[in-house]
Nanobody, 124 residues
Framework: EVQLQASGGGLAQAGGSLTLSCVAS????????IGWFRQAPGKEREGVFA????????YYADSVKGRFAITSDSAKKTVYLRMNSLKREDTAVYYC?????????????????WGQGTLVTVSS
């Protein structure tokens, strides 16, 4: 059974940090792209950061450039999203997703499997 378990969300102050984790199981982790997406109330889901485990290439949205970072631990089958310098506009439900053949790593429709989401709330 394929599973993606996202965790680590919570309440943070503006300027603070959080680290999200995505634990994968049921598929060949090293062959997949793992992406982080977020959806704020009333807005469309947007791609935030992604890593291709085949070659460690990373992809990110301009809105998080220089503030967020992504890492992957193959032994633990876990991808981490480190979020620094948080802003109120980072408030959203964050989802991780896995895709085998992903041409556009920040495009949600490219992904095969999705986790349940974890809520990040940034207060001023």
């Amino acid at each position: 059974e394929v599973q993606l378990q996202a965790s680590g969300g919570g309440l943070a102050q503006a300027g603070g940090s959080l680290t999200l984790s995505c634990v994968a199981s049921g598929f060949r982790f090293d062959d997949y792209v793992i992406g982080w997406f977020r959806q704020a109330p009333g807005k469309e889901r947007e791609g935030v950061f992604a890593i291709d485990n085949k070659d460690s290439s990373t992809y990110y949205a301009d809105s998080v450039k220089g503030r967020f970072a992504i890492t992957s631990d193959s032994a633990k089958k876990t991808v981490y999203l480190r979020m620094n310098s948080l802003k109120r506009e980072d408030t959203a439900v964050y989802y991780c997703a896995g895709g085998r053949y992903v041409a556009g790593p920040l495009r949600a429709f490219e992904y095969d499997y999705w986790g349940q989401g974890t809520l990040v709330t940034v207060s001023s």
